[in-house]
């Protein structure tokens, strides 16, 4: 089965810097690799996904994620952080039918 | 459309009582499921649906039964509960379970209390 180890439970950063959020699977079959949001009080959202094809996907809030099969890793990455970034984030990948969460990591934004 | 819709928003139960988590959703997915999410441990699931008349066990069923009523509704029953069933629930949809890539839609989650 696969997993997915998120390696950052907790990161603060400040308005305008940029943030890495790290995520490594595990598998050795093809897979399908997710990003969600979860904002303060509600449930999750998807961000991004990678499929197939290009392995840099993007979101339309600016986020984007790389999926690099030699390091079995799908890590998010933002330039510019905003206040409204402030959320909790989690990496999930293709389980058969079904989806395995990592985590989390909770990003929190500061000014 | 409302989306994925969850009733009730918080409940407090004594341990033993019995309960049952409604969700509906509106999107005319096929596919629904129902997860729990502690502190630490990212979201797991508990039941799926992957189509209307099929029900299938998680990761951690125990303690929970699951009804898929009809297309729009699936419901989640602690039969006797107990604290360590204390957690947010969170019920989600996708249009085509088969396809794993579908996007899940997820409500806004029952914030469940065992004492």
């Known amino acids: 089965a696969q997993s997915v180890t998120q390696l950052d439970s907790q990161v603060p950063v400040f308005e305008e810097a940029p943030v890495e959020l790290r995520c490594n699977y595990s598998?050795?079959?093809?897979?399908?690799l997710f990003w969600y949001v979860q904002y303060p009080n509600q449930g999750l959202q998807l961000l991004l996904k990678?499929?197939?094809?290009?392995?840099l996907v993007k979101s339309i809030n600016g986020f984007e994620a790389e999926f690099n099969k030699s390091q079995t890793s799908f890590h998010l990455r933002k330039p510019s952080v905003h206040i409204s970034d402030t959320a909790e984030y989690f990496c999930?990948?293709?389980?058969?039918?079904?989806?395995?969460f990592g985590a989390g990591t909770t990003v929190t934004v500061r000014a | 459309n409302a989306g994925v819709t969850q009733t009730p928003k918080f409940q407090v139960l004594k341990t033993g009582q019995s309960m049952t988590l409604q969700c509906a959703q509106d999107m005319n997915h096929n596919s629904m499921y129902w997860y729990r999410q502690d502190p630490g441990m990212g979201l797991r699931l508990i039941y799926y649906s992957a189509s209307e008349g099929t029900t299938d066990k998680g990761e951690v069923p125990n303690g929970y039964n699951v009804s898929r009523l009809n297309k729009r509704e699936f419901s989640l029953r602690l039969e006797s509960a107990a604290p360590s069933q204390t957690s947010v629930y969170f019920c989600?949809?996708?249009?085509?379970?088969?396809?794993?890539?579908?996007?899940?839609?997820f409500g806004p989650g029952t914030r469940l209390t065992v004492l």
């Open positions: 598998s050795s079959v093809s897979v399908y």
């Open positions: 989600a949809s996708s249009a085509q379970g088969g396809n794993i890539w579908d996007t899940q839609y």
């Open positions: 990678y499929l197939s094809g290009s392995t």
């Open positions: 999930a990948v293709s389980n058969d039918y079904k989806l395995s």
